[in-house]
């Protein structure tokens, strides 16, 4: 089986752009969670789709969005994006509550 | 506000040591208690996991104990070996809502 795919791999962005990012899970997961990764803050739970609906959100700005598509596939947005959103944005895929969650090789993100 | 604490923060044992990395939690809502690791420039990979239910797990080298009224868990890696100096990180979750601890970066010399 196909791993966790995260697209692009790295992105460089500007102040105020915004930015999206995207996350094939493995084939049958229908849980798709993103965590942002900094040398500073370390993991922390950005939000979590299941069958199209987000089901848990952590303690992020607004600025901070996703979706999911009826494939599974994940997409992450971020509005205006700050010096602060330099980070490694990791998506995991699980078949469902407390399976295995499977990272993916996350992108890297850095705003100049 | 962090509800996973991680010590210590980095560990240095020699090939063949006992490796021990212990977190705390402050939510009793939390069901689930995975330990991961992380290479430099991957994604973590869940090492082994563990429910309030039990007080310990063992994998080959890896084990978790449990402590449900101290609300914490630790991860023993026995005969620590070179490839295991990576990141490792524990967390607990409610309905796949994680929070992680800090990370503890393990080096394990030959």
């Known amino acids: 089986k196909a791993g966790v795919t995260q697209t692009p791999r790295y992105l460089i962005k500007t102040r105020g752009q915004q930015v999206t990012l995207s996350c094939s899970p493995i084939?049958?997961?229908?849980?798709v969670s993103w965590y942002q990764q900094t040398p500073g803050q370390g993991l922390q739970f950005l939000f979590e789709?299941?069958?199209?609906?987000?089901?848990n959100k952590g303690n992020f700005p607004g600025r901070f969005s996703g979706r999911q598509f009826s494939n599974s596939r994940s997409e992450m947005n971020v509005s205006t994006l700050e010096l602060g959103d330099s980070a490694l944005y990791l998506c995991?895929?699980?078949?469902?509550?407390?399976?295995?969650?499977?990272f993916g090789p996350g992108t890297r993100l850095t705003v100049l | 506000q962090q509800q996973v604490k991680q010590s210590p923060q980095s560990l240095i044992v020699q090939k063949g040591g006992i490796s021990i990395i212990n977190c705390a939690y402050e939510?009793?809502?939390?069901?689930?208690f995975p330990w991961y690791q992380q290479f430099p420039g991957k994604g973590p990979a869940l090492l082994i996991a563990?429910?309030?239910?039990?007080s310990e797990k063992k994998e080959g080298r890896f084990t978790i104990s449990f402590n449900k009224s101290a609300k914490q868990f630790s991860l023993h890696i026995m005969d620590s070996q070179p490839g295991d100096s990576a990141t490792y990180f524990c967390?607990?979750?409610?309905?796949?809502?994680?929070?992680f601890g800090a990370g503890t970066r393990l080096t394990v010399k030959p």
């Open positions: 563990i429910r309030p239910d039990v």
């Open positions: 789709y299941f069958s199209e609906t987000q089901r």
């Open positions: 939510n009793t809502a939390f069901d689930y």
């Open positions: 084939s049958g997961h229908r849980s």
């Open positions: 967390a607990a979750s409610i309905s796949n809502d994680m929070r």
């Open positions: 995991a895929s699980s078949a469902g509550v407390h399976n295995e969650q499977f």
